[in-house]
């Protein structure tokens, strides 16, 4: 089952809303979790990674202020897509790494499809 | 930092014909090589994965190499089917760059029935 969930799955919404994802680990805690940005038919592009308690460290080219990431607790991190414009419509995804020693895969959540009109 | 490539972008078979991706990396620390099946709307899901002190791994029908000294790793699926139909993505995890993963730039594989 799911050990990533991810909240909500699809947005519609007006230009200029702010729109908050929320990514939760389920069966582990996990101080790090990742918020990726999807185009159709491409890959994957890290937008940033969560650390709980502390700031997340954005990619190049990302604006901390457009898309606000908190990451308050061991199970929980939320996106915010801040005065969403139609060019940040895509498939967002977050992902958490199970904390077991060694080298762990990392588990996805379900994605969001956000869509402004 | 990490510079994962993947080729080929798109690639179709026959069913029950094998399939063949092939991924480089260019961080020498990486260690830890999983890949990903993504359907269409749908999270990418781990279906196999490979560290850097074994060579070769197998489950059913899928198997992943790694060749070290040459940088690069494969997925092997054989006997394909049309549930195989799907896009994949390898990825590299360097003990340079913590808990992060770099992403090939996927192949949308279908198998013709």
């Known amino acids: 089952g799911a050990v990533v969930s991810q909240h909500p799955s699809r947005v519609i919404c007006k230009s200029g809303t702010s729109v908050k994802i929320e990514c939760r680990s389920l069966?582990?805690?996990?101080?790090?979790m990742f918020w990726y940005r999807q185009f159709p038919k491409q890959s994957l592009m890290l937008m940033a990674t969560?650390?709980?308690?502390?700031?997340?460290?954005?990619e190049q080219g990302v604006e901390k202020d457009k898309f606000l990431i908190n990451h308050a607790s061991l199970t929980l991190s939320t996106l915010t897509v801040t005065s969403a414009h139609p060019e940040d419509s895509s498939f967002y995804i977050c992902?958490?790494?199970?904390?077991?020693?060694?080298?762990?895969?990392?588990?996805f959540g379900d994605g969001t499809r956000l869509s402004i009109l | 930092g990490e510079n994962v490539e993947q080729h080929p972008s798109t690639l179709s078979v026959q069913e029950g014909d094998s399939a063949v991706i092939k991924c480089t990396y260019s961080?020498?620390?990486?260690?830890?090589f999983p890949w990903y099946k993504q359907e269409l709307g749908k999270r990418p899901q781990l279906i196999i994965d490979?560290?850097?002190?074994?060579g070769e791994k197998k489950d059913q029908r899928i198997a992943v190499t790694l060749n070290k000294t040459a940088k690069h790793f494969s997925l092997h699926i054989t006997e394909t089917q049309p549930e195989d139909s799907a896009v994949y993505f390898c990825?590299?995890?360097?003990?340079?760059?913590?808990?992060?993963?770099?992403f090939g730039t996927g192949t949308s594989l279908t198998v013709i029935p």
């Open positions: 992902s958490a790494r199970d904390p077991g020693g060694g080298n762990q895969p990392q588990h």
């Open positions: 069966d582990f805690q996990a101080t790090t």
């Open positions: 969560s650390n709980e308690g502390s700031k997340a460290t954005y």
């Open positions: 961080d020498s620390a990486s260690n830890y």
């Open positions: 490979i560290r850097s002190n074994v």
């Open positions: 990825a590299a995890r360097s003990r340079n760059t913590g808990n992060q993963f770099y």
